[in-house]
């Protein structure tokens, strides 16, 4: 994977003079320039680490290498529905479309707005920065045009879901970056949903914090264009007492990967996520999670759900990791996973490090094919066959859609699975 | 003639449990199929339905004249064939009520009709959940999840009376049903007679005729009919058990 530093310098270079263009602060300027220096020098993840052991981003790299400094020409983009009531930030190939957002939410002392129109508040340099330990936070640092920035003050609970759309239409790489702080006993729902109809290179960062008491419902998902590469991570930070309840769904790209880190870092902070990932035709989705219990007292409860068809790919690592001071921890995390046809494969690894002594963690992972029995009682009834197999992925996946907040939404990936689904044409093993 | 079973020999994993069986019937009759334990006679019903994993080597089945043996499973259930099963499976996060809609919307397509609209496809379900005094709760639950082994016997008869088969196969629907939920699936059964249609009963107590009379009664053993007769051959059969008429076939 021999990076071409040039074409990353040149892309670089376009990056800064949109930056000046636009009239965005000068500590910029280092901070780009350190980020894609550290880039350079790692490159993208390659097999030989243990992380990304299943997951061969060589395609991803050249996509990159060759796209990066190319000017992308907006199209028609997707923009999927939302619910009427919430407060949408649209990102087109990664620039802010202030056309196809709503307005900004008025709350006092808090924000929702894109993250370019925030750089010179206070704390900004701080929370850019900070784009996280994940393998290509510094790519990301580095290119990033814009994304999301969400504050909600303290003791305040928004009521409209924040929805951030991040649609590509061209073979382009984007950097969207997504920060969230939520103030002490705050509350928000954010739905972070990703999708394109060109093959983009999407290297994507969201950092969640989390004060004490509070509630933050994340949801992301992930609909790329089947030609596409989706790297993505995520870094929650929990304080005292605060939840956080994450869906994470992929349902396109050819190579997704998707890393959630949640740091439990105040005694009763709580975590629940639900994943699904649903893999055909030649596709890989890899999903890491890293539950991190770093004081007493706190909860998790992780469960993932994997469809595998053709000659589909899916990889799930989930780690529980429990520092010798998070006493009374409660953990518990489980991947499902679902074989259409021979050819499709998983490769699962649940893990637990702990160190305290007086904990609960339980880990499990499950794979096989579609009850026989299930699929002819419904064929007996009349049910044709790709209908019955259809039905019976639907209650597969149903655990974790039933966890989307917003109805529409539910209806939207159902379809969107269906759709996926019909695809497959007939083809199915018993 | 609706059914027409001909010298059919069947195997499941290399060992013969039907062994040349023949069973002809006439639409609007009822039969009873009875017998010993490993007779074949859930193996005979679910090679009607077709389930895989059985190989038939002999014999002919064919239904309105149709070769049976030809057709899928949901072929054969649009062409009018229902199962009533032993064991109904419980398949959690298919809703019961959806999984009717789509078996009478594949029958609509297959017949060339529109589907069922909303409206009327509720009140007919809602009214046959009346007639099987079904709770209206389990409309939102999934298909025989968290049913008792009575509840998921009527869960089957209520299915059958949405659909309206003409060939209702119903395998031991009374095995685990105490007396009145034995009254209303029989009932639910009685009520869906018809000149065009006819039941297929597999069963092993005498009980269940008591409610739904036969027509003919089949004595199944060994993979074969080894006798048939009228309603009256159950009595005798309860009273004398299997084994003088084995013995009669044998010898």
């Known amino acids: ?430 | 003639m609706l059914l027409e079973v001909k010298d059919l020999h069947a195997s499941i994993g290399g060992k013969e449990i039907l062994k040349g069986l023949s069973l002809t019937i006439k639409a609007g009759e009822v039969h009873a199929i009875m017998g010993p334990n490993g007779s074949g006679k859930s193996t005979l019903a679910q090679i009607l339905a077709g389930r895989e994993g059985y190989e038939v080597t002999a014999g002919s089945v064919r239904y309105n004249g149709v070769n049976l043996l030809d057709l899928e499973p949901e072929g054969r259930a649009q062409a009018g064939l229902f199962l009533g099963f032993q064991y109904p499976v419980e398949i959690p996060g298919v809703n019961n009520v959806y999984l009717l809609k789509a078996a009478l919307n594949a029958r609509q397509k297959a017949a060339a009709k529109p589907e069922i609209d909303a409206v009327s496809f509720m009140r007919l379900v809602k009214e046959k959940a009346a007639l099987m005094e079904m709770d209206q709760s389990f409309l939102s639950r999934s298909v025989n999840e968290g049913f008792s082994g009575g509840e998921k016997k009527r869960n089957e008869i209520f299915q059958m009376a949405v659909l309206e088969p003409t060939l209702a196969i119903l395998d031991e629907t009374d095995s685990g049903l105490d007396i009145d939920a034995l009254k209303v699936v029989a009932n639910g059964v009685n009520l869906q007679r018809r000149d065009d249609r006819s039941v297929l009963l597999i069963t092993h107590y005498q009980r269940l005729l008591d409610y739904i009379e036969p027509d003919y009664v089949h004595v199944l053993a060994n993979g074969k009919i080894i006798h048939s007769g009228d309603k009256s051959l159950a009595l005798q059969l309860e009273a004398e058990g299997y084994d003088a008429l084995m013995a009669k076939a044998a010898g």
């Open chain 1, 1 to 430: 994977m021999n990076l071409d530093p040039k074409n990353y310098r040149a892309a670089l270079a376009n990056t800064l003079k949109q930056d000046a263009d636009a009239g965005h602060p000068e500590w910029l300027l280092p901070i780009r320039n350190k980020a894609l220096e550290q880039f350079l020098k790692q490159g993208f993840p390659h097999t030989k680490l243990e992380n990304w052991r299943y997951t061969n981003l060589a395609p991803m790299s050249e996509r990159s290498n060759a796209s990066v400094a190319q000017p992308v020409a907006v199209s028609d983009a997707i923009v999927p529905a939302t619910d009427s009531d919430s407060l949408m930030l649209v990102f087109i190939n990664g620039m802010f479309s202030s056309h196809k957002s709503s307005h900004s939410a008025t709350l006092a002392n808090g924000v929702v707005s894109n993250m370019a129109a925030q750089l010179d508040t206070d704390g900004a340099e701080d929370w850019l920065r900070n784009s996280g330990d994940s393998d290509l936070a510094q790519l990301n640092l580095a290119m990033t045009n814009d994304g999301a920035v969400v504050q909600i003050p303290d003791n305040t609970e928004l009521a409209e879901t924040i929805h951030i759309i991040f649609s590509n239409t061209a073979e382009a790489n984007v950097f969207p970056r997504v920060i969230i702080q939520l103030g002490r006993n705050a509350k928000a729902t954010v739905v972070e949903h990703h999708i394109s109809n060109a093959a983009c290179v999407s290297t994507a960062i969201t950092n969640i914090s989390c004060g004490e008491g509070s509630r933050i419902t994340y949801q992301k998902l992930q609909e790329e264009h089947a030609g596409s590469f989706h790297v993505a991570a995520q870094t929650i930070k929990l304080a005292k007492d605060s939840h956080c309840d994450i869906v994470n769904i992929d349902l396109g790209a050819a190579i997704a990967r998707n890393d959630l880190r949640i740091l439990l870092q105040g005694s009763g902070a709580a975590a629940k996520v639900n994943g699904l990932f649903l893999v055909d035709a030649e596709r890989h989705a890899d999903n890491h999670l890293r539950l991190e219990h770093q004081a007493p007292h706190t909860r998790s409860r992780a469960q993932y759900a994997g469809v595998m068809a053709n000659k589909g790919h899916g990889v799930f690592n989930g780690m529980i990791h429990v520092a010798q001071t998070a006493q009374k921890t409660d953990a518990a995390l489980n991947n499902k996973n679902l074989l259409l046809t021979p050819g499709a494969e998983i490769d699962t690894k649940p893990e637990l490090e702990i160190y305290a002594d007086d904990v609960k963690c339980a880990h499990g992972s499950t794979t096989g094919q579609l009850d026989a029995v299930s699929l002819f009682y419904l064929r007996s009834r009349g049910v044709p066959q790709q209908i019955a197999r259809n039905m019976l992925v639907q209650a597969f996946a149903l655990e974790v859609v039933q966890q989307l907040t917003s109805k529409n939404l539910r209806e939207y990936i159902q379809n969107s699975v269906e759709q996926r689904l019909n695809e497959l044409g007939a083809v199915i093993e018993t």
